[in-house]
């Protein structure tokens, strides 16, 4: 009888299935009972509305433990087992796991959105970040899930951690899904086994600035990719490199770091986290990706909708005298969203921007947002249902 009553107190979304609406397709997404081990461990009664005990006013970039995760094995033959949800927490690796000794690692980021208007979710375009990692799975040498156990799988996350969701217009669930190797190895290769997981917060703005313009620093010397090697992709191995250079940039009260090509030591690249953008006479213009550079996927969906609105936008190599002579300036990824950059130092110098309420960098911002918040209609088809 206990079991049976703990059982009937579980959101019935996660005993009778999941429906998920993509590209107006219908996904149903069935699971039972034995495929959810803690389920009857959610708080059904407060897991529709926010967390009352949080502070949404003042939310950062930072980690806060949420209720569930989303645990999927994998052996090197590339078939994926039943993932499920299981209590966040930490997870047993080998000391031989591949990722810890070898790096053979990578990650993804997307947020999912409260709806301003109705009840429900919002994700912002998950099948590009699953197209993404199968990239990089590729690179590393990893089996991907496929884009519909993407897409599954960050879909059962946001609903076992709703409660976590900030209200619209407070901040987002940022999603984590990992693809680590996690099988023992000790030569040189492919780990043996597998592990795709998910997990989530709740997250603000992701700079200490919040929505005020950044200020950067341009290394010199160090880099973040060289060709040949894995800039463009979200491999794990690609972010702990340019921490030396950031922390030294912070320490001057820089926001971040932006790092140039590694040949000539004149053309930008990206920030240690995030895209860039220049504007100059009306014309947009960001570093093209040819390889060393992350395709990022808020990058691909500013350049769309610039286009969509009438900009010209230009995919080219960008140089420092770019830079010198450019009237607007801003970055864009997925934690940072669109956010514009008040001054540029090289070597000394600071070139300063244009920012406010008129540039171009806000009219995209909030056409963006816009989507992703559900407050407009998304004709685009970017935006993910979740009920």
Known sequence: ??????????????????????????????????????????????????????????????????????????????????????????????????????????????????????????????????????????????????????????????????????????????????????????????????????????????????????????????????PGGTGGVKTIANYAPVLQAQMRAKSKGFSDVLYLDSINKRYLEEASSCNLFIVKGGVISTPYTNGTILPGITRKSIIELARNNGYQVSERLVSIDDLREADEVFCTGTAVVVSPVSSITYQGHRYRYRTGEETVSKKLYEALTSIQMGLVEDKLGWTVNID
Not at 127 to 140: I, S
Not at 193 to 206: D, I, K
């Open 1 to 226: 009888m206990m079991l049976r009553k703990l059982l009937s107190s579980v959101d019935s979304q996660f005993l009778n299935g999941l429906k998920l609406q993509i590209g107006g397709s219908s996904y149903l997404a069935s699971r039972s009972v034995s495929s959810l081990p803690e389920a009857v461990g959610l708080d059904s009664d407060r897991s529709d509305e926010e967390n009352g005990e949080m502070d949404w006013d003042n939310l950062g970039f930072a980690l806060t433990p949420t209720d569930y995760m989303y645990v999927m094995k994998c052996s090197r033959d590339g078939y994926f087992t039943d993932g499920m949800l299981n209590r966040y927490g930490n997870i047993e690796l080998s000391p031989s796991a591949g990722v810890l000794n070898y790096g053979q690692g990578l990650f993804e980021g997307l947020k999912a959105y409260r709806r301003a208007m109705g009840a429900g979710f919002l994700l912002f375009r998950p099948e590009e970040n699953a197209k993404r990692m199968q990239v990089g799975a590729e690179r590393m040498c990893m089996p991907a899930p496929s884009v519909d156990q993407f897409a599954h799988a960050v879909e059962q996350t946001v609903l076992a951690n709703k409660r976590w969701v900030p209200p619209s217009g407070k901040g987002s669930l940022y999603i984590r899904p990992l693809l680590i190797g996690t099988g023992a190895i000790l030569g040189l290769a492919p780990a043996p086994e597998y592990t795709f997981l998910v997990y989530a917060a709740p997250v603000g703005t992701y700079f200490k600035e919040g929505m005020a313009p950044i200020n950067l620093l341009i290394e010199h010397e160090t880099h973040r990719a060289t």
